[in-house]
Nanobody, 116 residues
């Protein structure tokens, strides 16, 4: 069983930045590709993969965030961060970290709201 604890969300204006952090309690953190996902408000919205990072630091991003978001990881401390810049209203969502592909268990997520 893994515990995932996300933090760093908040209310910001369009164009501002936020940094999200996640701590994963797993002994095999270094074996996993880690990722950030988000779920926007609304009954039709599915959870989507935003960014992922391998143990070696190879990254991938959704087209919607490419050039604005940066994922990073600290393998010594089982942490994965998401630096978000130039935030838009469409980035409003609950953000989750998890493995890619994800574990069954999810954390509570952290709310990001972008609004003027």
């Amino acid at each position: 069983q893994v515990q995932l604890v996300e933090s760093g969300g908040g209310l910001v204006q369009p164009g501002e930045s936020l940094r999200l952090s996640c701590r994963a309690s797993t002994l095999r953190f270094n074996a996993y590709t880690m990722a950030w996902y988000r779920q926007a408000p609304g009954p039709e919205k599915q959870r989507e993969l935003v960014a992922s990072i391998t143990f070696r630091g190879n990254t991938n991003y959704a087209d919607s965030v490419k050039g604005r978001f940066t994922i990073s990881r600290d393998n010594l401390n089982n942490m994965v961060d998401l630096q978000m810049t130039s935030l838009k209203a469409d980035d409003t969502a609950v953000y989750y970290c998890n493995r890619n592909p994800p574990f069954t268990d999810w954390g509570q997520g952290t709310q990001v709201t972008v609004s003027s």
